[in-house]
C-alpha cells in the first residue's frame, strides 16, 4: 500500500512507503488570529506569556485543527465560537485538538 500525503497545493500524493501524512504546518512566535486551514500549528520558544493565539470564527464542518506548545511560556489559545472557555498550554508538549463541528468549536485539550 503507498504512502498518502494532504497536500494543501497539490491534493492527495501518493509516495512509495506505507502511513499517511498531512502537510500542513505553520509555526507562531507571536499573537495571531489562526487560519481555517492549517491542520498543525506550533508555538515555538519565542512565543511569550503576552501573546494568544485565536481560532478562526468559522471553518468547513469537520476541519481539524492541532496546537502543540514547544514553549515554555504560556500558550493561550482563545475560541471566540468555541464550546469552552480559553484553554492555556503551560508545558512544552501541550497541545489541543479543535474541530469545527459546523456552529462552533470542540476543543479537547492534552496537558503534561
Not at 494543501?8 to 502511513?19: A, E, N, P
Not at 492555556?88 to 469545527?100: A, P, S
Amino acid at each position: 500500500m503507498p504512502k498518502v500525503s494532504i497536500d494543501f497545493t497539490k491534493g492527495l500524493v501518493q509516495k512509495d512507503g506505507g502511513g499517511f501524512a498531512v502537510n500542513s504546518i505553520t509555526t507562531v512566535s507571536e499573537t495571531v488570529t489562526l487560519d481555517a486551514t492549517t491542520f498543525l500549528t506550533k508555538a515555538v520558544a519565542a512565543f511569550t506569556n503576552n501573546n494568544e493565539l485565536t481560532l478562526p470564527s468559522t471553518a468547513d464542518t469537520g476541519t481539524i485543527k492541532l496546537i502543540i506548545s514547544d514553549s515554555t511560556n504560556n500558550v493561550v489559545v482563545k475560541g471566540t465560537n468555541a464550546q469552552s472557555s480559553d484553554v492555556t498550554l503551560t508545558n512544552v508538549g501541550d497541545m489541543c485538538l479543535c474541530v469545527f463541528d459546523g456552529t462552533e468549536w470542540q476543543v479537547g485539550r492534552s496537558l503534561t
